[in-house]
């Protein structure tokens, strides 16, 4: 079974100071890894995912992730976060046998931006 | 706008009743998945559906059923509600390319909010 870890429930960062969501997976077969994003009061939208090639995943609004096959980790990264970046964050993986989409979600981080 | 809609927006019933939350995919997404939010489980998976077809199946009680009909649209039906059935239902939907890719991205609809009184 799949599993999902994110270690921090909340992160508070300044304005312009860079953010690390954390994020660690577990999984007997081979992974897609996804960051989603809630802003207040909407559904999820997908920041970014790693399917394969590169290990280093670029995202939308500047947010970037790096896939860790050896520590099983997917971190969400931003080197200077607005305010407007306030939100909850869903680390999430995907297996499955072939034809089918079974997606875990982390509990989710809440990134506070501070001005 | 992710062009999945949900309706209703908000949902307020009481124990024991049945109520029916209602999707609509984007336009050409084969696949349609449900999930409900809560405060102490967070985002669980509860169904997803393809082509009309069951496809897989997470977290969902026997209480709760779904289906998606010949136009691709799809209904979460939950019976004998509870006081802890209350939480945020979200739909959501992908292409589904190759009858259900796991690399699909979900577009996530705005959600229902069901409250049980």
């Known amino acids: 079974a799949q599993s999902v870890t994110q270690l921090d429930s909340q992160v508070p960062v300044f304005e312009e100071a860079p953010v690390e969501l954390r994020c660690n997976y577990s999984?007997?077969?081979?992974?897609?890894l996804f960051w989603y994003v809630q802003y207040p009061n909407q559904g999820l939208q997908l920041l970014l995912k790693?399917?394969?090639?590169?290990?280093l995943v670029k995202g939308i609004n500047g947010f970037e992730a790096e896939f860790n096959k050896s520590q099983t980790s997917f971190h969400l990264r931003k080197p200077s976060v607005h305010i407007s970046d306030t939100a909850e964050y869903f680390c999430a993986v995907s297996e499955g046998p072939g034809g089918y989409q079974k997606v875990t979600f982390g509990i989710g981080t809440k990134l506070q931006v501070i001005p | 706008d992710s062009g999945v809609t949900q309706t209703p927006k908000h949902l307020i019933t009481a124990t024991g009743q049945r109520v029916t939350l209602r999707c609509s995919p984007r336009s050409g997404d084969l696949s349609v998945y449900w999930y409900q939010q809560s405060l102490d489980q967070g985002l669980q998976f509860l169904i997803q559906y393809y082509n009309g077809e069951e496809r897989a199946k997470g977290n969902i009680l026997e209480r709760f059923s779904a289906q998606q009909f010949p136009d691709l649209h799809s209904e979460l039906n939950l019976s004998s509600l509870e006081l802890g059935d209350s939480a945020l239902y979200f739909c959501?939907?992908?292409?589904?390319?190759?009858?259900?890719?796991?690399?699909?991205?979900?577009?996530f609809g705005p959600g229902t909010r069901l409250t049980v009184l």
């Open positions: 999984s007997s077969v081979s992974v897609y």
């Open positions: 790693y399917l394969s090639g590169s290990t």
């Open positions: 959501a939907s992908s292409p589904g390319l190759a009858g259900g890719a796991w690399g699909d991205t979900q577009y």
